[in-house]
């Protein structure tokens, strides 16, 4: 099963509609959803990890959209519920797990547009530049416990060894 298909999976029943942001040129797996799947093409390429989030909220009919990575095979349904669930009065909903914010899980209201458009053209991609400028939820590590006890939904497959790990994940999960 392709790691895109988990993160769909994770996703459930939560949205009406999934936007997947893809590079220029990239193709996807077949993928299997309930919901609509509208698939964008970055607006802004090359430009790192904060291109997707611009691009997945100007395609969004949504005012908020729950953002997870397409490589987080472990991604908690309940953790997304507590996101989802703390983002009234916030532009952003932002998990910090070893002390650093991880953008590449969260919640973004529209609202985060300019101030991502202006990050990514400027020089200055960082995500403390972008988020400076937000109202920012931020959850902290003994929140998401509550919600993710070992914090799987942070583990994301970016190597062989790790694919390797989330295999032996999934082996031990279907035959404890």
């Known amino acids: 099963m392709p790691l895109l298909q988990y993160?769909?999976?994770?996703?459930?029943?939560?949205?009406?509609?999934?936007?997947?942001?893809?590079?220029?040129?990239?193709?996807?797996?077949?993928?299997r959803s309930d919901v609509q799947v509208v698939v964008c093409e970055d607006l802004l390429p090359d430009r790192g990890p904060l291109t997707g989030i611009f691009t997945g909220l100007?395609?969004?009919?949504?005012?908020?959209a729950i953002v997870i990575p397409c490589d987080a095979p472990f991604i908690e349904?309940?953790?997304?519920?507590?996101?989802?669930?703390?983002?009234?009065?916030?532009?952003?909903?932002?998990?910090?797990v070893d002390g650093r914010p991880d953008v590449m899980l969260g919640v973004y209201r529209k609202t985060c547009i300019p101030a991502l458009e202006r990050a990514l053209n400027s020089d200055d991609f960082a995500v403390s530049a972008f988020l400076r400028h937000l109202r920012v939820c931020y959850i902290d590590e003994e929140q998401l416990r509550e919600a993710d006890?070992?914090?799987?939904?942070?583990?994301?497959?970016?190597?062989?060894?790790?694919?390797?790990?989330?295999?032996?994940?999934?082996?031990?999960?279907?035959?404890?």
């Not at 009406?16 to 942001?21: P, R, Y």
């Not at 006890?149 to 404890?176: C, D, K, W, Y």
């Open 7 to 31: 993160a769909l999976t994770a996703l459930g029943s939560m949205v009406d509609e999934v936007v997947i942001t893809i590079a220029p040129d990239q193709t996807l797996p077949s993928l």
């Open 58 to 64: 100007q395609c969004a009919r949504s005012e908020y």
């Open 77 to 96: 349904p309940e953790l997304l519920r507590l996101l989802l669930d703390s983002r009234h009065g916030h532009d952003a909903v932002i998990p910090v």
């Open 149 to 176: 006890g070992m914090l799987r939904s942070f583990f994301n497959v970016n190597s062989r060894e790790q694919l390797a790990t989330a295999r032996q994940a999934f082996v031990i999960a279907q035959h404890p």
